[in-house]
């Protein structure tokens, strides 16, 4: 009973964040306005629609490879064991980082404090 009831846990997770997390990384606006583009060392979570996403890897990106018209449509990734990889844009997440100029405010919680009741 508890064994399923962690499975659940984690398949409703999993559910929730594919359907509304993970398109926030992947906003595409109007090509009229540009948007944060991919950058070299960025950090991105590579999409394998054969695969559940908590099997999705993570990558680095190595080098950029813009189209003709300039826009950057494919990129060669590292893996965490070494491997490269070429991955169309659209399959990659990229992770906000230090260097994005986000601030998280951090509270101090006592122990055993339910943090979603704090929030």
């Known amino acids: 009973a508890g064994w399923q009831l962690v499975q659940n846990l984690m398949q409703t997770f999993w559910k929730r964040w594919s359907k509304e997390y993970l398109p926030q990384t992947q906003i595409r606006g109007k090509w009229t306005s540009k948007s944060v583009q991919l950058a070299?060392?960025?950090?991105?979570?590579?999409?394998?629609?054969?695969?559940?996403?908590a099997k999705w890897k993570l990558g680095i990106v190595v080098e950029l490879h813009p189209g003709s018209d300039g826009t950057v449509r494919v990129a060669t990734l590292r893996t965490a064991n070494g491997t490269h990889?070429?991955?169309p844009v659209i399959k990659l997440c990229r992770l906000p980082t230090d260097k994005d100029n986000t601030t998280v405010e951090t509270q101090d919680f006592q122990r055993g404090e339910n943090v979603a009741a704090v929030a």
């Open 85 to 87: 990889m070429r991955r």
């Open 40 to 53: 070299k060392d960025d950090v991105v979570i590579i999409k394998d629609d054969c695969m559940p996403p």
